[in-house]
């Protein structure tokens, strides 16, 4: 086999992993697009499903919960912090000032 039909070989063989390795990088991107579609619609008929009613929640359970103010900052904060129940206020400048322990 002379060096030229090598290097053709192996050009011919390089155009198929491109075309297929395109092929493989559409359908990850169809796949991940479509869990996303997914998991938006399951999470809003999961909210749907969670308000009663009613209107009130039977029951709920986290690890922490946080109150912030219409601009975002952490204004008090609930939850189990090393090992025992937490309560904590914050002022206007995220600063703590008062803590339950």
């Not at 008929?45 to 986290?62: D, F, H, I, L």
């Amino acid at each position: 086999m002379t060096t030229e039909e090598r290097l053709e070989m192996l050009e011919r063989e390089l155009a198929r992993t491109k075309k297929r390795t395109r092929w493989l990088l559409a359908g990850t991107i169809l796949v991940l697009v479509g869990g996303i579609v997914l998991c938006g619609k399951s999470a809003g008929t999961s909210e749907a499903q969670a308000q009663p009613a009613g209107g009130a929640v039977k029951e709920v359970r986290a690890n922490e919960f946080i109150v912030v103010d219409e601009n975002g900052k952490t204004r008090a904060a609930m939850g189990v912090m090393k090992g025992g129940p937490a309560l904590d206020f914050y002022d206007t400048e995220d600063k703590k000032t008062w803590s339950a322990p």
